[in-house]
Each structure stands twice: as C-alpha cells, then as structure tokens.
C-alpha cells in the first residue's frame, strides 16, 4: 500500500511548514507542530509568512494519516498582545517534560527590513498542549532561527540555530542546567557556507548526522561525537533533492525534522509544490499565481544508513508505522 501524498496539508491557510513530530506519552498520538504560513493570503508583501501561528495536527496510527488540531496557544509575552511571528518549532521530550525551542518575532511585517531582530524562546508543557514560558535564549546574536535540539555524546544537552547575521550558517549552544534546560552558551560556527537554515540532529546507524535545509535539497552532515562535523561526499551530500513521485512532491525537500525508528528513521519535510522559483513569491502581479506558489504541504520519507552513507528513500512503498518503542 503506497502512503498518501501530501501527508499533510493545512486546512486554514494551506502553508505548513517546518514541521516537528513528537509521540504524546501515555498514548497512541504522534503530535506534528509546524509553522501556519499564510498561504493564502495574497498581500504582495511577505506578510503571509511572518504574522504565523503555530499549527498543531495529530495522527492516531502511527502517522500515516493526520487531523488538524489548531494552533498552540500562550506562545506570546504578556507585552507583545495580537499577531506575531512563530516560526520552526522543535519539541523534545527532556526529564520528565516537554520543550518547545520557538523562534518569534515580533508583529507581522510585510518587508524583511522591518523586522530585523529574532529570538530564540523556550516553552515548557506537562501535556503538549498548555505551555508555559521558560525564557529567552541568548546566544549572542539578534537574529537566528530554527533550532534544533539533541544531547549528544559528551552528554550535554545542545541546540543548533541559523544565524542569520552570520550569512546564514549553523551555530551552536550548550545550556548551565543540562535539566531544566536553561542559560544557554554560544559555541560558534558549526556548519559554514554554503548558506542554509533549518538544521536537525539524530542518531543512526552508529552516528551523529545534521541535515540542513540548502534550498535545494537537505545537505547531509556526520559526526563520530555529534562535536565534529563532516560533509557527506554522495551526491555532494545531498538529499531530498531529486523529486518524488507523489502528488505534490516533485520538487525539493524543504527544512525537515527526523523521527528515528532503531535501525531506520523517517524525515518529515515540507514541499512549495508550485513555486517557480520566484522571490518567495513577493509581488506578484497575479495574486491568483502568488497563492499557488505560496501554498505548502507535507511529506515523509524513510532514511537508512548503508556503509556510513544516510541514504533517503522517498517514495515509500507502505504507510509510515511509527513506534513509540522504536525511539
């Protein structure tokens, strides 16, 4: 049985994105949490990416299919009230709770010029669904995005991050508090350039791996330590980057989160079916044509890891199983 393509699609404004997947304890659900473009909205602006929510679906057997679930809420400080921007969830489950590393912004501008600051906070909930503010992250640099977090193998629990002032490169941070997770410490440049966003670090096959979001395709990174970082040389270390054959997903992956299964793993990424390429679809003169070349969906493909080599299989040929046991 082939898995249906697009695995997911928003139902209020057709644009999710960066999507993060986690299994809700004591249950049969797999929570996806993911940024709620705008898609629809043709502003000709970039306003239907900034003033985003966080989305919320939920699948009960074992991912092949999702429901909608609204957003996250309390994800605003008191002084910042109405519509903010909340970009590329990563929730972990860490000691007994679950976090949220959260990038926000403030407002939702219709240039980038006007929205030049973006942090990094931190949300902790009992459930999955109330979350309660833990604090802002500072890593020494007014605009980075995208975090991701894992523990890796000198036992300290990190988090990697876009740098946007830093051209667009991975840093990343260790914390004082290895439990609660907080007074976090920038380390530096882990990944340089070629510039990308959207990393994600997991465990297989007896290593470390980062994938990061290239814009076209998710370059491929090892680690013997999770500390020590190596391009992987198949493919110029490159995958998601030839299409696939399901509806939907015939172009690039896009910014991606990895649920690991023991000996495999699924990445979950998300598609601009038909962008064509266009400046983030700005400003086009047919808003008709800007809200198709907006609009978003997500996939799923397994990952293996053969001779040292992450190898991606993305045309599946049965339904994502996913295993609370396995991860």
Known sequence: MIPESPLFRCPVFDG???????????????????????ATLAAGGCEWITGTRIGVAVSLDGGSSWEYRG????????????????????????????????????????TWAEQTERRLVHFTSDDLEQWDFTETIDVGSENVIDAAFAVVGDGQPRLWFKDEVDGATTWSAVCNDATLLTGWRSEGQVIGRPAHEGPNVFRLGGWYWMVVDEWR?????????????????????????????????ATYGRHADVVTQGDHAYIFYFTHPEWQETEMANGLVDPAQAVREQRTSIHAARLNVEEGVLVCTRDLDSPINLDPALV
Request: charge should be negative.
């Open 16 to 38: 999710a994105a960066d999507p993060t997947v986690i299994h809700k304890r004591g249950t049969q659900e797999w929570w996806m949490f993911y940024t709620a473009r705008r």
């Open 71 to 110: 957003v996250a809420e309390g994800l605003d400080p008191e002084d910042s009230p109405g519509l903010n921007t909340h970009w590329a969830p990563e929730v972990v489950w860490h000691e007994g709770s679950y976090h949220m590393f959260l990038t926000w912004g403030a407002g939702a501008p219709g």
């Open 217 to 249: 395709g998710q370059a491929v990174h090892r680690s013997a330590d999770g500390l020590a970082w190596e391009r992987q040389e198949a493919n110029n270390g490159l995958i998601l980057d030839a299409p696939g054959s399901g509806a939907d997903d």
